[in-house]
């Protein structure tokens, strides 16, 4: 994304009244399986002891869930100083165990391996030779501890025909911003497949450099910007030790990529927005060590070669849904504005990923195809506001206050791209939902042939953006009470982009994914206060686009019963 101003570097920069603080960013507004019993369910849900919260103090996650393996995930701290990024401690046996009791009486699949300052002490383990859509229990052992009980699911086999999948979607979980109330409430639903995480899982910033007017909820670790390789594991370490993070990611699967917090604001192959060389060194080796602690904390199962490993991936579920997630900052052109735009040479996932992608839609058999969108897709026109308002927008998003006609940080920005895939989901005949981030706001928007001809020319695809987990938006940009200017904003948004169904700007929360045979829905939640450890959650409004017609409708709110898993609480 582009920012509309670059923040002041190592100093406190004097901030006008009318400016808000939060600035130097944003560029865009921005039941088959085994039955677990109650031993099991005790074994998660209750407070880990004292030794598993020294040795095993970030929990326990699984991953990219497949027909038959998962990754499973943790760290281990083998002695009190071995903190991540310290390069501390011993290497350390750890041993892994997978079982369809919550006694651990029928272990299917175990192992040991050894861990040790080169990971971080971080281990990740591919548990495989598992059976396809049951439910699992794990556990590590590092000596005589063993770490909180696990939970995971594996996905459908590819010739059965699941009835019904149900996703949360997430994105943008900036720790100083608030707490992280949105994966205590996910936690604590009974209906989930899996959590999808679009990006921004954490922020690069120093303390204070990226928060609404002075707010700053609890601070980073560690307090300046992170840069290296240590720097970036004390920070997933820091988000690791969320609690509400913890018991959602012991609870349930995740399906992860990045956007750009996780190495630099605005990142593209080449450098990014928040990267000065004279600074902060060669982007290569920042890119590198924000990748490799990345890897090391995420339960993400990479594709690529050890040495070249890339994010982008694709997982499938039975015949009902394919899940494609997009690397959208590693292969990217240099972010332009003005008629440079129109150069097809341009990319936003690079020649590689997108014949990768396009493959896919053109060769799936699954009913439906799901792409996991770190930025928005759809054409998003802005128009002129009032100079108030504007200064907010522009804080977050990059857009002039005499209007402009797209985000050039999002698809916006790379045409040529958008329309190769555009034409290849046309020509198709699939039906493709994208599932975005990045925002910090809600929309719902068909994806038309043509945006100044919507609808006569048709539409291609539809588009379901989630909000952000904490991390700023309009309102608390402004200062000023949720709901009191942004509906001015919105309404002009949908005037002048017919295509867009739907644009809340100012609250934090998540998504809902519903996915049958017959239809796609999105239900869209919201936290009432970030800043409240706990705080209460509203529904806000649902989206529903049926198969074979690429088109957006409202609908009621889905039933968390309709979906409810024997192996959730």
């Excluded at 100093?11 to 808000?20: A, F, L």
């Excluded at 039955?35 to 074994?43: H, N, Y």
């Excluded at 018991?247 to 192959?269: F, T």
């Excluded at 899940?323 to 735009?341: A, W």
Aim: include cysteine.
């Amino acid at each position: 994304m582009v920012l509309a101003h670059r923040r002041a570097r190592w100093s406190d920069r004097p901030v006008p009244p009318t400016e808000p603080r939060a600035v130097s960013r944003r560029t865009a507004l921005r039941a088959g399986g085994a039955v677990l019993g109650a031993a099991a369910l005790a074994a998660v849900c209750a407070s880990p002891a004292s030794a598993q919260n020294s040795v095993f103090a970030h929990g326990v996650a699984s991953g990219d869930p497949l027909p038959d393996r998962v990754i499973l995930w943790t760290r281990v701290t083998p002695a009190p100083g071995a903190a991540p990024g310290s390069g501390l401690g011993a290497a350390t046996a750890v041993r892994w165990e997978v079982a369809t009791d919550g006694d651990f009486r029928d272990v299917v699949a175990s192992g040991s391996v050894t861990t040790s300052p080169v990971s971080d002490h971080t281990v990740k383990v591919d548990a495989t030779g598992l059976e396809p859509d049951t439910a699992y229990v794990y556990r590590f052992t590092a000596g005589d501890v063993s770490s909180p009980v696990g939970r995971t699911r594996t996905a459908p086999g590819p010739d059965t025909d699941p009835d019904r999948l149900r996703f949360a979607v997430v994105s943008c979980s900036n720790w100083e911003a608030g707490f992280f109330g949105v994966y205590r409430h996910l936690a604590a639903r009974p209906d989930l497949d899996a959590v999808v995480h679009l990006g921004d899982y954490l922020y690069e910033y120093g303390t204070g450099e990226y928060a609404a007017g002075d707010r700053v909820v609890r601070p980073h670790d560690p307090r300046h910007e992170i840069v290296t390789l240590a720097d970036y594991r004390i920070r997933h370490g820091q988000y690791k030790s969320d609690p509400d993070l913890q018991r959602l990611h012991a609870l349930v699967p995740w399906i992860v990529v990045w956007d750009d917090h996780e190495s630099a604001n605005d990142a593209w192959s080449g450098g990014a927005e928040n990267h000065d060389p004279a600074v902060e060194g060669i982007w290569a080796d920042r890119r590198a060590a924000a990748l490799q602690a990345y890897l090391e904390w995420q339960p993400v199962r990479p594709g690529g070669t050890t040495d070249a490993p890339r994010l982008y991936r694709r997982l499938q579920f039975g015949s009902l849904a394919e899940l494609s997630m997009l690397d959208l900052r590693s292969y990217r052109s240099e972010q332009v504005n003005g008629r440079r735009l129109d150069d097809p040479e341009r990319t936003i996932t690079g020649a590689e990923q997108m014949a990768w992608l396009t493959a896919g839609v053109a060769s799936s058999g699954t009913r439906w195809q799901l792409v996991g969108n770190p930025v928005m897709i759809a054409p998003v026109l802005l128009p002129p506001l009032d100079e108030r308002t504007t200064a907010a927008l522009t804080a977050v998003a990059g857009i002039p206050a005499a209007g402009a006609p797209f985000n050039v940080d999002q698809w916006d920005g790379y045409p040529a791209d958008r329309r190769r895939l555009l034409d290849a989901i046309r020509a198709s005949g699939r039906d493709v939902v994208f599932l975005t981030g990045d925002i910090h706001s809600s929309w719902a928007a068909d994806i038309p042939v043509d945006a100044a001809n919507y609808p006569g020319a048709g539409t291609v695809a539809t588009e379901l953006v989630v909000p952000s987990v904490t991390s700023a938006n309009i309102d608390e940009l402004l200062g000023v009470a949720p709901r009191t200017v942004s509906p001015s904003i919105e309404a002009a948004v949908q005037a002048t982009n017919r295509h867009i169904g739907y644009v809340e700007l100012d609250s934090h929360g998540f998504g809902i994914l519903d996915v049958t045979a017959d239809a796609v829905q999105m239900d869209w939640f919201y936290v009432l206060d970030p800043t409240d450890p706990g705080t209460g959650v509203r529904y806000g409004t649902s989206r529903r686009v049926a198969a074979g017609t690429p088109r957006l409708a409202p609908a009621g709110p889905l039933d968390p019963g309709a979906h409810r898993r024997a192996d959730r609480p």
